[in-house]
């Protein structure tokens, strides 16, 4: 990979984000209703409503709105929240923290269990075992994130069982086990279609890559079958994996506002939902560019890791 291509990779990221910004504001300057009218309340007079537009800056041209919050963005200031009355920086900052504290969890969780379970389903190819995990996979694909919470919910959070918390935030650092507790069921909803997802994509690469000439050649050496698995097939597998990984990531933000809403999860997707419904622009725009910054940052961090792992792959 060259220093080249990083450049326009990071060059491309910023015309992204700059495109973003606008779509952004554009969206939010549309939306229906006064800020300072629900601020202030319907029942506001005219001229306490004119007198927080001007202090807000809504009684200037859009244009002069949109440049001023680019350039508020480049100084590192987002504003203040306007239901709030916090800075933006602060309240969309503790939320990102436990955003990507549940993100984080369920990620490495469906990591740490897709790649072995494809690995296996491809090296079990036509038994009993593949089969039950192509079953997995078809069943965690076909089930929303509202349902699987709804059903989890119900058998392991209901009053009668009680096993694990319907909701709730317990921060890691305070108390791990309490964080585990109560992470448990949203980063199972979060991970279970991503695991399906990404375990077929394992299995059928590895198959792919198991029936492959070098691999042959690997084992007419005399290599024996976990060196073969451990030091050929399974790092040309990876590869693709990766790559769906980092599309997911995009499913991942999506079904982030789903989860947190449902259990209560003081985050990203709970801020944004909340800052819909009160038209608290500030909040909504530094959300959405947020999630859109950490988005295109994860497809350059996806291609690094790819050129990493198959060195077959370069970039002119």
């Given at each position: ?69 680019v350039a508020g963005i480049l100084r590192g200031d987002l504003g203040m929240s306007l239901r709030l009355s916090l ?46 995990i192509g079953l997995f996979s078809y069943l965690g694909t076909a089930l929303p994130e509202f349902v699987t919470a ?95 990984i980092s599309l997911d990531i995009g499913y991942l933000l999506g079904g982030i506002i789903v989860v947190e809403e ?55």
């Open positions: 990979m060259t220093r080249g291509y990083l450049i326009r990779r990071l060059l491309a990221i910023f015309l992204v984000l700059a495109i973003v910004t606008f779509a952004v504001f554009a969206i939010t300057t549309v939306l229906p209703g006064n800020a300072a009218i629900m601020i202030l309340g319907e029942y506001a007079t005219p001229d306490a409503v004119a007198a927080l537009e001007r202090q807000l800056n809504l009684d200037q041209p859009w244009y002069m709105q949109y440049f001023n919050w800075p933006v920086s602060q309240v969309v900052g503790e939320a990102f923290l436990n955003s990507a504290l549940l993100g984080a969890t369920a990620l490495v969780a469906v990591t740490v269990i897709a790649i072995p379970l494809g690995a296996l389903a491809a090296l079990k190819r036509g038994t009993a075992v593949d089969l039950a709804t059903l989890l919910l119900v058998f392991l959070a209901a009053p009668n069982s009680g096993i694990f918390p319907a909701g709730g935030f317990v921060a890691p650092w305070g108390n791990i086990g309490g964080f585990a507790y109560h992470v448990a069921l949203p980063a199972f909803t979060l991970g279970l279609i991503l695991l399906a997802h990404i375990s077929r994509q394992v299995r059928s690469e590895m198959a792919e890559v198991l029936s492959s000439d070098y691999i042959r050649a690997a084992r007419l050496k005399g290599l024996t079958e976990r060196r073969v698995i451990r030091r050929h097939a399974l790092p040309n597998s990876l590869a693709p994996a990766v790559a769906v449902i259990f209560a999860w003081p985050g990203l997707g709970r801020l944004l939902m909340y800052a819909l419904e009160n038209r608290d622009l500030p909040v909504i725009q530094a959300v959405t560019l947020l999630l859109a910054g950490v988005y295109a940052l994860s497809n350059l961090i996806s291609d690094i890791v790819i050129a990493m792992l198959d060195p077959r792959v370069r970039y002119a």
